[in-house]
């Protein structure tokens, strides 16, 4: 089984500051990591997803997650940030192949940024 | 192209009785995925559908079930409704059971309150 672990429940970060959210997962099989965002009264939206490959993943909105598999960890940054960026963010796992788990992500608690002017 | 739809957005229910959701996936997608949001248990996944057969199920009680139509739409069901059911329901598409290879999209959700 797989568990994630969202070290910060609230982030908040003034307006062109850097943000980081960390992210920890455990798993006894290899996972596919993903990070989604929610905004206010809304669905999740994709921001990054990590597969395979290079550890340093680049998403949409200027956001990039790294892949640490020593440390299981895949934290989430952005350089600089907006006010725009104020949402609930969500850091999920999915162990690969069809036979373990289908499309079934299970998620960490969330981190709600809140940026500040 | 259209994203995911859910209906109703807003549902407003008593103690005792029972609901049904919709979700129409993206046009060519075919697996569907729920997922309930609360504040106390944050996101926890229900079951998912694929090709009108349940692939995978989460750990909930039997008064939640699912179905899906040829046409890959999505229907969950809650009876005998329990306060604690109060929740969004999220539904999410995606082409196949790549297992996280095909990105989920999310749709809008259905906010459902239990009085």
């Known amino acids: 089984a797989q568990s994630v672990t969202q070290l910060d429940s609230q982030v908040p970060v003034f307006e062109e500051a850097p943000v980081e959210l960390r992210c920890n997962y455990s798993s006894s099989v290899s996972v596919y990591l993903f990070w989604y965002v929610q905004y206010p009264n809304q669905g999740l939206q994709l921001l990054l997803k990590?597969?395979?490959?290079?550890?340093l993943v680049k998403g949409i909105n200027g956001f990039e997650a790294e892949f640490n598999k020593s440390q299981t960890s895949f934290h989430l940054r952005k350089p600089s940030v907006h006010i725009s960026d104020t949402a609930e963010y969500f850091c999920a796992v999915i162990p690969p192949g069809i036979k373990a788990a289908g499309n079934k992500l299970t998620f960490g608690g969330g981190t709600r940024v809140l940026v500040k002017p | 192209k259209a994203g995911v739809t859910q209906t109703p957005r807003y549902l407003i229910k008593t103690r005792g009785q029972q609901v049904t959701l919709s979700c129409s996936p993206i046009?060519?997608?075919?697996?569907v995925s729920w997922y309930q949001q609360t504040p106390g248990q944050g996101l926890q996944f229900l079951f998912e559908y694929f090709s009108e057969t349940q692939r995978n199920k989460g750990n909930f009680p039997g008064r939640f079930s699912g179905r899906q139509f040829s046409n890959s739409r999505s229907e969950m069901n809650v009876s005998t409704l329990e306060l604690g059911d109060s929740a969004l329901y999220l539904c999410?598409?995606?082409?196949?059971?790549?297992?996280?290879?095909?990105?989920?999209?999310f749709g809008p959700g259905t906010r459902l309150t239990v009085l």
């Open positions: 990590y597969l395979s490959g290079s550890t």
């Open positions: 999410a598409s995606s082409l196949s059971l790549a297992g996280g290879g095909d990105t989920q999209y």
């Open positions: 046009s060519g997608h075919r697996s």
